[in-house]
């Protein structure tokens, strides 16, 4: 079974959900793990009910149910007063691919109903409508145990591990397990079909029986059959006497000729003889060749050392001849230093010439040509420039504080202007002095200030006049100062630029004074003064000739070096290749000497076998029997033999004959005489018959304990669950033994291997958390056992269709790693189609499982149920 939707209305703590909702991305619930995580009393066991209770009922009288509805308690109810409302469930499930839907609803204090529908697409519209719709409990009990071939309360045993029953068969004693097992695998069933396999046996029996009545009452009629056998014998063993008469015809023809396994070894080792002759023809033409590859690698090796010697000559002489030489390294540095002081002082030289035409040009004098005069004279320069600039930098910012001073002077002016000519309006408009607004009575009066105001404005008009004159005086003065500051900051430059110019040559001279130094040094060290001497005591003419002369005598040398290397590592290989010649040539004359011994052999077996078949001469002895060789020789008696062959095996056949008629007429003889012999078959075959009785009645039982259980139960239960517990105790038990236990010997007890402590262990000596572990692997184990055991190879496969696992919070007494190990194997098992884990406890990030069901729940809206399916590979 596979759940793909459910929605649950007013179940216990349930109000209103549907699982999965619409607005997810599907629109059924996919296989998988599930982990349903909430906290306590969220309602998580009551999804499973809800799922349970929709799908197989309540329990009682015409119901298939495992959860009760007595008392109403499935209903919900959120307070003592209000109202219980009514209860439906509706499941969508799927089973070997084909849909279902059943909806189960309760009314208070009445009967729950069901309806139960098979789901097909409608083949025009594509769409699903619901078809062999029952409505009676009985019915679709009926109907759910054809689709799921086992009942819910298998369901309960074996696939819904409720909270706390997690080790419920780990601790159970071995009568309560045997009970377990009978009523979980439904021996019932099993001792059934042996039943009907002993009935088929009974009536065989008794059919035995029916056949020799009738066999006694056929006896008289087979004495009329008598005599026409005894003619046919006598027919038959006429032709008997004529092939016997035509054997001793062919074995006297036989004696005359040797015996064909003779003939055939002489073949043989003929035939052995031609090939070592050609084997040790071969082989002599092998040795031959590396004779002739032995002389032509002497002779490289002979020429290789001559060549070796003439170049040992030449590294010596070469070696005698750099012991004359200075050292490399050192010519190398003087010659390096020579020309760097060369390339110096010339760019010293001209950077002086450059130095005094620019400094002379610059400033417009004739500079000294020594360094050291230069530097003083240009520092001179340097010096009285940066004092005439700051002298006139003094008095520019002299004549700028003047220029503001003249500037305010003359604003000033132009306000007091500004004033009288104002004081002249109002005079003009108002008649009013001034200054006191005292009124002016008469002309002459008015007259009077205004030639005043006139002559003040005048005054003030000139005076001004004055000051813009001054103040254009001071402008060009200015002027003046800042082109002199800037022609002396470009003079300024010119010389610091100069004497920057002049540290560099005196770098310079300093970089050729230290060259100089490290030259001499170089000079004392190979017992010279000088490059010029250092030429002459060499006889070169050029420091590179000299370096070019090392360089190409150590050259040689190091070619000479490779070279001798190489041509005694070519003569080691030929020596090698030489010894390896040699072994082979040994080889292979022991193979030629073996190859001889066994062709020696070959000729005395051949002369030893010419003497026992009385050859002297082949050709004569072939001649003999009118053949031309030993292969036409075999032919030929190979021919008479199987002439032979086929006239005995007429003989046999009609040897057989007459003895199969003689043995039916001694037959219905006997028969005729031993009608008592048949009477007594009959009460023989009565008597197995009355035996297999017995077995059918008093003895089954015990079969089925020991062949059932014992010898093909045990094992398969081992086999399953041994598997689950390794992975779930991370690798510490296995499932060893399921052996019988109890007095009587038919309880069952489980025997578990510590891989850890190497010891064997029973129920007894488990850990509370070992226990868990072994009843969740066994729980899981008899499941997957279910859907395909058999009792016995002819008994028909049953499957159970419930392939999900429900676990309602089983990992509680395992530490972490455990509860991580079985978790990561449920995520990985596929005998489930979907597994539901009831948990609170973090095994693991909630990424690593395939589906989560998150449980809330609140007084108003009751249990809430959040899908969050597994993320894609590429989330």
Known sequence: MTLRKMQSINFKSIKDQTVPLKKLNFIELPNGLYLIRGRNSSGKSVFVESMMWGTWGGKGPRKCGIISEIHDKIIRQTSAKQQKSTCKVSIDFEVNNQKYNIIRSKDPNKPATVKFARIEKDTQTGEEIKTGILTDSLKVCEKLYEIFNCTSDEVQKTFYVRQGEVDYLATRTASELREHFETLFKLKDFTDELKGTLDEMINSVDGTIASLEKEKSDIESQKEKLEYIKTQKTQNEEELQKYSEKMKDIQANLKRYPELANIKQLIQITDQELSLNNKISIKNEKLEGEIKNKKEIEAIIKKREGSKDKIFADINKDKKLLATFPDLEDLKQISEKHDTINTLTDQRTKNIEKLLQKGNEMLETTLPSDLEPLKETLENQNLSSKNNLNELKADLESKNKEMLNISEEISKFKALKGELENNISLLSEKNECPTCLTPIEHESHKNEILARIKEKIETHSKEEAGLKEKKESTERKITELKSSIDKINVKQGDIEKLLNDLENILGLNSEITEKEKELKSLFSKLKVASVEELLKKHNISDLSELISNIDRTNERLNQNQSGLEKITSEIAELNTRLGEINEQAKII???????????????????????????????????????????????????????????????????????????????????????????????????????????????????????????????????????????????????????????????????????????????????????????????????????????????????????????????????????????????????????????????????????????????????????????????
Not at 616 to 630: A, Q, R
């Open 589 to 875: 004359k022991s193979e030629i000497d073996e190859l001889q011994n066994k062709l020696r052999t070959i000729k005395d077996t051949i002369g030893k076998t010419y003497q026992k078949l009385g050859i002297i001469d082949l050709d004569d002895y072939l001649g003999k029997f009118n053949t031309d060789s030993l292969e036409n020789l075999k032919d030929k008696i190979a021919e008479i033999q199987n002439e032979k062959k086929t006239t005995q095996e007429n003989i046999d056949r009609l040897n057989q004959i007459v003895s199969q008629l003689d043995s039916e007429i001694k037959e219905i003889q006997e028969k005729i005489k031993l009608l008592d012999v048949i009477k007594k078959k009959i009460e023989k075959k009565q008597r197995i018959s009355n035996h297999l009785n017995a077995i059918k009645k008093q003895y089954l039982d015990k079969f089925i304990s020991q062949e059932v259980i014992q010898n093909k139960l045990f094992k398969s239960v081992r086999n399953e669950v041994s598997g689950y517990l390794l992975q779930f105790s991370d690798g510490q038990y296995v499932l060893k033994e399921v052996r019988p236990a109890g007095r009587d010997k038919k309880g069952i007890e489980f025997l578990l291997f510590d891989n850890f402590d190497g010891i064997d262990k029973t129920m007894d000596y488990l850990s509370g958390g070992d226990k868990a572990v072994f009843g969740l692997a066994l729980r899981i184990g008899l499941s997957n056992l279910m859907a395909r055991i058999k009792p016995f190879k002819t008994s028909e496969i049953k499957p159970i269709n419930f392939d999900m696992l429900i676990l309602d919070e089983p990992l509680s007494n395992m530490d972490a790693r455990r509860r991580e190990r079985v978790i990561r194997h449920l995520n990985d098992d596929r005998n489930f189609s979907q597994i539901f884990l009831i948990t609170h406890t973090p095994e693991l990030d909630d990424e690593q499982f395939n589906h989560r069901l998150l449980v809330t729940k609140t007084s108003e809206g009751g249990s809430k149920y959040k899908l969050i399916p597994r993320l894609s590979r590429a989330d």
